[in-house]
């Protein structure tokens, strides 16, 4: 058995990103930058008002000063001409600032009547003027490579005048159920037979990550099956499996694929639920292999498969972020694989979050994943632990699983 | 000016959720339980074993007994017959205990030779059976009505034997930005235009949300050209406009909007950046009208649009999730503003979140809110606060932001 860290080191070693393709700017939202983003301008392109006003020379206005509006500067309409001396020029938020005017009086803090203002308050020289470039200048980088972009980021992508981005390609995975007992859901039930679950959870949770499920035939506990599900996933990315991965007699993948170019990295991982876990290629494509207990496919699956998924869509490549808590309730020492513990979460008095297992942890309960919050780590070898004792857990909502 | 908490109530008051629709298990993460969801079929189905080994009666199984291999009981394929005594079955992990058998021997507990098989260390009676209905009993309700679908929860939906799943239609939202001055993206930019940004950063936020974006043509500071289209938003389930909500004489929206059947409920709100903001309906579309500054449209957006987008959608209604930190530089006073402050996040040595807001809070900078992972807030009339202090603050990243 390997360690959870090693295990994804290797796993992550063995990827790399997609290629680019370039997308409408409306279309890229939660994609992930394949190239810097520069400004293809300045903004505010000149000085303008941050407020609505007037725009006027500083030393001109004096509380009860008159001054002749020469002209308006509204947003997007810049007055041709200048502020001279015992001038001003209405002004609106956004509006440029005219050649000549050095300050902002406030629309609240003048009285306006017959072409001319009077300050009933004096301006700042500078004060309420937003410089050329003070949000961004042209050739700036606003956004680096890698970075997945938000519904802000698209704002400041088109305000940086890009119609077009480039981005990675979504990564393109297969998922491949195996098992006699399995059936798709509605479909006739056998005895003994247990409605597939895996591919379509995973199939939701590869989408959330932004990559794209290519959900195959299940195949049945059979070596030919297998083996020609699989060669369906040629072009894919990456090749997701699920069953087939414990210890007894039934474990088919690797026996239906050795043949068919299969090589194997590793396959028995120290983490509960899910140690039969298989890595390694399927004739250059990657391959993972999840066990087929739903509950240990889908922590697997936010264990291992969530930072392959960011690696092959260009973000940076590490594991899942945690946050941090107080325990709430007793739990006993850890033996020597790595837990990750179904849990709620609430907060305590003093707003801090309490991280709270389920009482029962057979990874069969899939209700009880669907119901948690967190998957609370202990690491192989912790100590008992007391209810308030610190503990470190994955936050399910923000992984969008 | 009325308060935040407020102008949320009366906003969430006036919004009721979209009508259910029938959507395939396969597309249905994301979207919102418009029926609480009852489990179709028992899981496990009978009595099944949660390890790989040997069916047995514990009474038999002494150390060094010898029991005769009747037979296997893989998952998927029960054993036909039962256990007697000094008989075993072969069995896998989710396969069916066979009538007569009350233990499972683990098989790295066992040897086994020449169709017998002989216990290493003694079973104990019940132990490694998973029950039928462990997970779930038929009838069971499993997810209510108003549950946002996560993978988890599609993989018990399809464990439950469900191929269809009704949810709350996704609310249409049409979108129109407004100025003179703003122009598409890559577009020709006159003398003192700026690009577009508002419809594109709402659109993201609005898809990210749930919801279903329309993107209007952009209409110029012109009664006429508001007014047309606004029209085309007849059938969406919200109007949101930006721009011309500020206090200058450039304010169309509701001028525009009036004669056409536009009734206003309110129109300015205690909140920094972000004051002007219109809400009322027109025609009974509800219309929500967000300031034309792209710092303040996401912020409104963040804390009006979001929960008004849930509650359509037939989610809880009521405030974004907050979190707690702490304060990373000294703060003055507050005014009677709630101020939603753009900063960054870290851990100080202790774990803790540390919530650092930027120098320059200016309105118009948009690659600040790009760069800020966090919107903090500070209540009206909040006094001088120190690093350090206990802060709460909405992270933007957990919303899709």
Known sequence: MIAVSEALERILGNLTPTGAETVALSEAAGRVLARPL???LTQPPTDVSAMDGYALRAEDAAVGARLRVVGASP???PFEGGVGPGEAVRIFTGGALPPGADAILLQEDATAEDGHVTPTEAPRRGRWIRRAGLDFSAGDTLLPAGRRLTARDI????????PWLTVHRRPRVAILATGDEIVLPGEALPPGGIVSSNAHALAALIRAAGAEPLVLPIAGDDREAIAAA???AAGCDLIVTTGGASVGEHDLVQAA??????SLDFWKIAIRPGKPLIWGGLRGTPLLGLPGNPVSAVVCAVVFL??????LSGLAAGPVETRHGL???ALEANDRRQDYIRATLSRDGEGRVVVTPFPMQDSSMLATLARAEALMIRTPHAPAAEAGTPVEFVELSSLGV
């Open 38 to 40: 520069e400004a293809r």
């Open 75 to 77: 947003a997007g309409h």
């Open 155 to 162: 704002g400041l992508a088109a305000a940086a005048n890009h």
């Open 230 to 232: 699989a060669g369906a």
């Open 257 to 262: 694929l050795g043949p068919h170019g299969f």
């Open 306 to 311: 969530i930072p392959a998924l960011r690696r």
């Open 327 to 329: 325990l709430g309730r």
